[in-house]
T-cell receptor, first 115, second 112 residues
Framework: ETGVTQSPTHLIKTRGQQVTLRCSSQ?????VSWYQQALGQGPQFIFQ???????GRGNFPPRFSGLQFPNYSSELNVNALELDDSALYLC??????????????FGNGTRLTVT | SQQGEEDPQALSIQEGENATMNCSYK?????LQWYRQNSGRGLVHLIL?????REKHSGRLRVTLDTSKKSSSLLITASRAADTASYFC????????????FGQGTRLTINP
């Protein structure tokens, strides 16, 4: 069983630039969620994708967007980077939409630093 | 605003002792989950307890849920150095079933 993998592991960008983060879900999982974790804080929900459609979104501006592909892998895109976007970005996969019955399986994250 | 609040924010104990962490939340939930995070890495699911359950065990872990007080506790018995990590409670709300709402976590340090 292949776990959740994220790339890159670390990234440094300049304010105003754009970034794409990638996630491969655990085999057999059809749902991907993205979370942002600022230093010393708990993760905050960005959005979830189920069968290639956005299936819920947190309080993040439209410059945060995503995609899910037919193989259930996913991308998180952030435009017009701001300093406050510096954080650990976590991808989590699960089976079926929602979080009522199944736990999330997290990748090790991408550490994004915006300077 | 955070749904869950963990208490204490940091806990340091000796190896072999028991560690108890508490979590409070504000709105009705479908389930509550506990996760562990080693420094700078991803979260690992520990245990899920549903709103109609009061206690659950998994190995050295014991979780309780009191929906009337909107609180949960995680007990780790016979702690080990490898238990050093941050522990987060996360709630799955009745409304908005797509997301987990995490607290700020408890930083647990086990001293050898």
């Amino acid at each position: 069983e292949t776990g959740v993998t994220q790339s890159p592991t670390h990234l440094i960008k300049t304010r105003g630039q754009q970034v794409t983060l990638r996630c491969s879900s655990q085999s057999g999982h059809n749902t991907v969620s993205w979370y942002q974790q600022a230093l010393g804080q708990g993760p905050q929900f960005i959005f979830q994708y189920y069968r290639e459609e956005e299936n819920g979104r947190g309080n993040f501006p439209p410059r945060f967007s995503g995609l899910q592909f037919p193989n259930y892998s996913s991308e998180l895109n952030v435009n017009a980077l701001e300093l406050d976007d510096s954080a650990l970005y976590l991808c989590a996969s699960s089976l079926g939409q929602g979080v009522r019955g199944t736990p999330l399986h997290f990748g090790n994250g991408t550490r994004l630093t915006v300077t | 605003s955070q749904q869950g609040e963990e208490d204490p924010q940091a806990l340091s104990i000796q190896e072999g002792e028991n560690a108890t962490m508490n979590c409070s939340y504000k709105t009705s939930i479908n389930n509550l989950q506990w996760y562990r995070q080693n420094s700078g890495r991803g979260l690992v699911h520990l245990i899920l307890i549903r709103s109609n359950e009061r206690e659950k065990h998994s190995g050295r872990l014991r979780v309780t849920l009191d929906t009337s007080k909107k609180s949960s506790s995680l007990l780790i018995t016979a702690s080990r150095a490898a238990d050093t990590a941050s522990y987060f409670c996360a709630t799955a709300l009745i409304q908005g079933a797509q997301k987990l709402v995490f607290g700020q976590g408890t930083r647990l340090t086990i001293n050898p």
